[in-house]
């Protein structure tokens, strides 16, 4: 499984377990909503500076 399916699993999964949006984790990530959902979609791989905003931001609800 490559970094950008597994972000988009992590994600996906964290949005379950929270019953959260993509507004809300865009809102909470400091991203737009466009590219939460293109990650999460794999419609394109994040940058690095992406994953980390999106992974601190589930981090921190954990």
């Not at 379950?16 to 809300?24: A, S, T, V």
């Not at 939460?36 to 905003?53: F, N, P, R, Y």
């Amino acid at each position: 499984m490559d970094e950008s399916n597994n972000l988009s699993m992590e994600i996906i999964n964290f949005e379950k377990e929270f019953d959260l949006i993509d507004n809300q984790v865009a809102f909470g990530s400091q991203l737009s909503v466009e590219r939460v959902h293109d990650i999460k979609s794999q419609a394109s791989q994040a940058t690095e500076e992406e994953a980390g905003l999106l992974r601190k931001f589930m981090d921190s609800q954990r």
